[in-house]
């Protein structure tokens, strides 16, 4: 018996911005019908994407769905479980964000999990664009299309809905490689795990990228295209330092333009209404002898610190946090939160992979815990938001590493990201 996926459509009007729903029910006689083999096609606007992976929502194997959406936010609902199977499902958005881990169906039994994708594209206004990278080009994360990955170690999802959600607070967060969406294994970020922990009240729109600066992100038209969707009462993250270091040009320095480029931030995000926090750098897996980590970061973090003072910022200390972290860890121990894996690990990984700048994705939901814990150590009001199973962390007492469960999306990268 073929597995169908039917899909309603609202429209709001002519002139007016198109609002759809789909939902995997064959039983729902007013909506369009969907077989298997019914791909994305841009002129339809939705079906299934990434198609080399085969779409099997009944055999259990991982599938994307896509649907051409304009900019916003987008409440999503899905229907995990299966009549005919036991299922064990991850859910995964655009470049893949973490929006649900883990959810295990018995067979014949229904969850329901709704979150907030955060869609956009390069699009500023009128010819105006965003100065992506050629490596971003590929990114779901900047086209035109909302894309779903139903995953894990036996994906079972009977339903998807998709709505605006135009009545949510929104994070936006600047940064670089140490909070970019990754879009491959087993490269992974802060921010893209973020959005697993907010109920959906809450968006995360992640527009931090790999080698960027605080000067490099605006220069790119990254904070103006944030400007041009962000609403009073929204949050701009702020987080850099580990590539404005590497600047030697004229006038460069901490205390200079870099507490200079900060200082616009805040000034951009107080000017919309938005609230902003910065996030001080994650430490680099930099030991000594004595097996502590040393500041590879120079005065960096200390001129955050005191922009924010002097501004009325509140900071959330990553910095500080991620030292206890890799401490506690170890030096050997701590490789296991970074890319560090031998040759063969991944399919087609050739050569040994070693890297104590950019984290694996167990490193980055621990850190994410660590941005969750600031939140409330701040006493944020969007930490309202943070879902009830998060019940604090502390550095000091990381989640064991051999119990974390991750199960890979299906795309590998051996090219190391952008900035050290």
Not at 409 to 417: H, I
């Amino acid at each position: 018996m073929n597995h169908i996926l039917t899909a309603s459509l609202a429209w709001l009007s002519a002139m007016s911005l198109m609002a759809q729903s789909f939902t995997f029910d064959g039983a729902d006689k007013s909506a369009i019908r969907i077989g298997p083999s019914d791909t994305y096609d841009a002129t339809r606007g939705y079906g299934y994407d990434m198609t080399s992976l085969a779409p099997a929502p009944v055999s259990g194997k991982p599938f994307f769905f896509s649907v051409a959406v304009p900019d916003g936010n987008y409440r999503v609902t899905l229907t995990l479980g299966s009549k005919q199977r036991r299922g064990n499902t991850t859910v995964r958005a655009e470049s893949r964000r973490l929006m649900a881990e883990n959810i295990v169906t018995n067979k014949g039994e229904t969850k329901t999990v709704t979150f907030v994708v955060n869609k956009r594209n390069t699009i500023i206004g009128g010819t105006e664009r965003v100065k992506i990278k050629d490596r971003e080009r590929t990114k779901l994360n900047w086209d035109d299309k909302l894309t779903i990955e139903i995953g894990g170690e036996a994906p079972a999802c009977g339903a998807i809905k998709i709505e605006p959600a135009d009545d949510v607070t929104t994070l936006w967060l600047c940064g670089n490689s140490t909070v970019v969406d990754q879009d491959y294994e087993p490269w992974a970020s802060w921010g893209q795990m973020l959005p697993r922990w907010m109920d959906d009240g809450v968006a995360v729109a992640n527009y931090a990228e790999s080698g960027e600066t605080a000067a490099s992100f605006m220069a790119a038209g990254r904070l103006k295209k944030i400007l041009s969707l962000a609403k009073s009462g929204d949050y701009l993250f702020v987080e850099f330092g580990h590539n404005d270091q590497k600047q030697k040009t004229p006038g460069s320095g901490a205390y200079y333009n870099f507490a200079t480029n900060l200082k616009q931030f805040i000034d951009e995000a107080r000017a919309k209404g938005m609230t902003p926090i910065f996030v001080t750098p994650t430490q680099r897996r930099t030991f000594d002898s004595s097996g502590h980590i040393t500041e590879s970061h120079g005065d960096y973090p200390d001129a955050m610190r005191w922009v924010a003072m002097r501004e009325g910022v509140k900071v959330i200390e990553v910095h500080d946090m991620t030292r206890t972290f890799y401490e506690t860890m170890g030096n050997e121990g701590s490789k296991r939160a970074f890319v560090h894996y031998p040759a063969n690990t991944f399919p087609g990984q050739q050569s040994a992979l070693a890297d104590n700048t950019h984290f694996n994705p167990y490193g980055a939901y621990e850190i994410a815990k660590m941005v969750l814990q600031g939140m409330r150590d701040l006493n944020l009001p969007v930490a309202s938001h943070i879902k009830p199973e998060f019940t604090g962390f502390d550095p000091s007492r990381p989640d064991p590493v051999d119990t974390f469960r991750w199960y890979d999306s299906p795309f590998f990268e051996a090219l190391k990201p952008d900035g050290n």
